[in-house]
C-alpha cells in the first residue's frame, strides 16, 4: 500500500462525486475510500455500490469508513475504524483474515501498537495540519511517522489538511499514503486540475523512491 489514499467528501450529488472519483482513479489512485458522514442508509448504500464498481474498474481497493455491514454487503475491501468506532480486533473477527482493516491512531502510538496486535492492515495518524472538512485538535508532530515506521510493522497513513506541498516531509519521513479529501475534490472541474493534484501527491512518492 503506498501512494495516494484518496477519501470521499459529504457530497450529495452522487453523479458529481462518481465523475471526479473516475477522474482521480484514472490519474493513479492507490485506495478509494468512502466517507460520507451526514447520508442515510440509502444514499450510502447507492454511492458506495456506484464507487465499488469504478474501483474494481481501476483495480484499487475499496474502503468504507465506519460502516461495517455496508463493507459486508457489498463485499468491499474493507473498513476504517476511528477512535470511537468498533475495536479493531472485534472487525478483524467479523470480517475475516482477507479484508483490509484500517485503524485511526490520531497522534497516539499506543493506540497503533494496539491496532498492530488487533489485526490492522495499516495505522493512520493525524491530523497533521487544519482541514477544511474534519475538526480536530493538529495536535500529531510529524516525527510520529519517524516512530511509527522504525516501532509499527504496518503501511502508515498520515491525513489531515494534506496538500502536496505540505505532505512532503512525511513521505520524505516515510509515510507509505497520503490521505486527501479537499486537495483532489476541492479542484472539481475541470478535469486537468484533479490529474494535475494526484500526480502531484504521486510525484511525492516517486522522488522518495529516489531518495
Known sequence: MRGLYLVTPNWDDTDRLLDVS???????????????????????REQAGALLTLARKYGVPFIINDFIALCEELDADGVHVGGTDASVAQVRARLGAGKIVGASCYGDLALAHAAQAGGA???????????LVKKYPVTTPLDIVLQ????????????????????APLVARGADMVAAISSVFG??????????????????????GEA
Open 148 to 167: 511509527a515506521k522504525r516501532d509499527i510493522a504496518l503501511p502508515c497513513v498520515v491525513i489531515g489538511g494534506m496538500t502536496p506541498e505540505n505532505a
Open 22 to 44: 473516475e477522474q482521480a482513479l484514472q490519474a493513479g489512485v492507490a485506495v478509494l475510500q468512502y466517507r460520507h458522514k451526514s447520508a442515510d442508509a440509502e444514499q450510502r
Open 121 to 131: 492492515s495499516y495505522v493512520a495518524f493525524g491530523g497533521f495540519y487544519p482541514s
Open 187 to 208: 479542484r472539481g472541474d475541470p478535469a486537468d486540475d484533479v490529474d494535475i493534484a494526484v500526480q502531484q501527491f504521486n510525484l511525492l512518492f516517486a522522488r522518495a
